[in-house]
């Protein structure tokens, strides 16, 4: 079982910035793949950023140039750096963690998700 906390998340200006972070814990042989996906109400949840085990980044185009995600392969942890938020990144964020155990069997597993609201 993988356990995925994030925390960071909470009410910001626009213009401001919050980093958010995940942390994996349990009985992990490797994780290839983590990533941050956002759910605003009444929508779909959508990619924001991926990042791979060798730190390649895949990114939304909305938040280009704004957001950036990193990750600390010995923590087991990954980041996502926002700044310049608008309104429009209002939203539950959920991390996303893919990997695999000792055993072979792969894994993708999702934190509880961390609130961040963007407003005035």
């Known amino acids: 079982q993988v356990q995925l906390v994030e925390s960071g998340g909470g009410l910001v200006q626009p213009g401001g910035s919050l980093r958010l972070s995940c942390a994996a814990s349990?009985?992990?042989?490797?994780?290839?793949?983590m990533g941050w996906y956002r759910q605003a109400p009444g929508k779909e949840r959508e990619l924001v950023a991926t990042i791979t085990s060798g730190r390649v980044t895949n990114a939304a185009a909305s938040v280009k140039g704004r957001f950036t995600i990193s990750r600390d392969n010995a923590k087991n942890t990954v980041y996502l750096q926002m700044n310049s938020l608008k309104p429009e990144d209002t939203a539950v964020y959920y991390c996303n963690a893919e990997g695999a155990y000792a055993s072979g069997r792969v894994f993708s597993s999702w934190g509880q998700g961390t609130q961040v609201t963007v407003s005035s």
């Open positions: 349990g009985s992990i042989f490797r994780i290839n793949n």
